[in-house]
Structures are given as structure tokens and as C-alpha cells.
């Protein structure tokens, strides 16, 4: 069956280190990933996305890889601040756009 | 500009009586999607609706879901006869696809039913 896998557990990290999150995925074939931000309340916000033909992608102090053979892509936030505690969604976009959520991972940044 | 709304922000409705949710789009963005959002979960795509082609309804839990875009416009997602586990936050998310697959969210409606 088809699945997406995030951290299920909270991550909680020191100010200033890299965060680093984990998808898996198993029998999809995206043509993108993406990666949102939710914060309590709130609605997702896109922060990257990157292609099947893309190894890596930045943006300021965020970089996404992707790994279509490991069908796996990591999120990383280097310099972490408080302000960047939050749930962290990665989502699968097939062919058609129909786009697949994982379940998030929430991320505690500690001063 | 504006982003994406949604209405009611909250509907509190028994258990049987059917409720619309509505969502206006970012002008201009010819994907608009929903999905659901239970308490402490991931997103549940429901339906999406790209330009004019046909929606893709695979993620519909029940045919008491419906959804329609008017005008490539407004949507309007209906659930009939709801149930105690329709209980959610409905989100809906507007996309340009022909230029990003980004998608841009509205706050959500929270539909509690009793």
C-alpha cells in the first residue's frame, strides 16, 4: 500500500543547531515533494519544493534533498531559532497534482 | 492581494443535518484542493479541481461528500447527513500549477458535530 512516513516523534532541538527531518515514502512515484510549515491553528505555508530530477534545493537556512532510489527526503534547518518550532509537513505531488501529506513532524526549537 | 478565505470559520451542526463549507481562491489559481484535518493529524487530500477537467474525487471518505467549483471560481464542499466522525478542520488550498505547484491555504473551517 501506499505510505508516507514522518517522525512521529517530537524533535526537539537547541537554538542554533541543524534541524533535520525525515520523509519515507513507499510505492508513489512524485514527480515533486514539497515541504510546508503548520503552526497551531493555522493552515500549511509552502516553504520549498523540489523535483524528481533534483538531488538538493535552498532556500536561506532551509535545504531539501531527495532521494528517488531511497525514496526518502530530508529537511534541514540550520542556525534553528525558537520561531522555527513548529509542525513541518512534507507532501507528495503524483503526476496529476494530486498532492499526499504526511502526518508531520513537530519541531521544539529551546533557547 | 487577498488569499485564500474560507466560511464559516467554525459550524457547530447535529449529528444528520447536512452543511456547506465555501472557499474562495487566490484570483487567477486554476488548482484548488480540500482536505480534512482531525486533531493532532496529517492532512486527508478529499478532491481536487484543476482548471476544466473533470475533479479528481478519489479521496471522498463517503457519498455524503460532495464538492463543486462554480466558474472555476468559488467551491463550495458539502457534507450531508453529517456524522459524529466528520468532525474536522476543512482546509482548502488555491494553486497556479501551470507556473508553481505551491499551494496557498486558507485558515480552515472547524466543524464540530454534536
Known amino acids: 500500500s501506499q505510505k508516507i512516513e514522518q517522525n512521529s516523534e517530537a524533535l526537539n532541538i537547541q537554538e542554533g543547531k541543524t534541524a533535520t527531518l525525515t520523509c519515507n515514502y513507499t510505492?508513489?512515484?512524485?514527480?515533486?515533494l514539497q515541504w510546508y510549515r503548520q503552526d497551531p491553528g493555522r493552515g500549511p505555508v509552502f516553504l520549498l519544493l523540489?523535483?524528481?530530477?533534483?538531488k538538493e534545493k535552498r532556500k536561506e537556512r532551509l535545504k531539501v534533498t531527495f532521494d528517488t532510489t531511497l525514496k526518502q527526503s530530508l529537511f534541514h534547518i540550520t542556525a534553528s531559532q525558537p520561531a522555527d518550532s513548529a509542525t513541518y509537513l512534507c507532501?507528495?505531488?503524483?503526476?496529476?497534482?494530486?498532492?499526499?501529506f504526511g502526518a508531520g513532524t513537530r519541531l521544539f526549537v529551546k533557547a | 492581494g487577498a488569499g485564500v478565505s474560507q466560511s464559516p470559520s467554525n459550524k457547530v451542526t447535529e449529528k444528520g443535518k447536512d452543511v456547506e463549507l465555501r472557499c474562495d481562491p487566490i484570483s487567477g489559481h486554476t488548482a484548488l484542493y480540500w482536505y480534512r484535518q482531525s486533531l493532532g493529524q496529517g492532512l486527508e487530500f478529499l478532491i481536487y479541481f484543476q482548471g476544466n477537467s473533470a475533479p479528481d474525487k478519489s479521496g471522498l471518505p463517503s457519498d455524503r461528500f460532495s464538492a463543486e467549483r462554480t466558474g472555476g471560481s468559488v467551491s463550495t464542499l458539502t457534507i450531508q447527513r453529517t456524522q459524529q466522525e466528520d468532525s474536522a478542520v476543512y482546509l482548502c488550498?488555491?494553486?497556479?500549477?501551470?507556473?508553481?505547484?505551491?499551494?496557498?491555504f486558507g485558515p480552515g473551517t472547524r466543524l464540530t458535530v454534536t
Open positions: 488550498a488555491s494553486s497556479p500549477v501551470r507556473i508553481s505547484y505551491e499551494q496557498y
Open positions: 507532501a507528495l505531488v503524483t503526476g496529476g497534482f494530486k498532492t499526499i
Open positions: 523540489i523535483r524528481e530530477n533534483e
Open positions: 510505492n508513489y512515484s512524485p514527480a515533486y
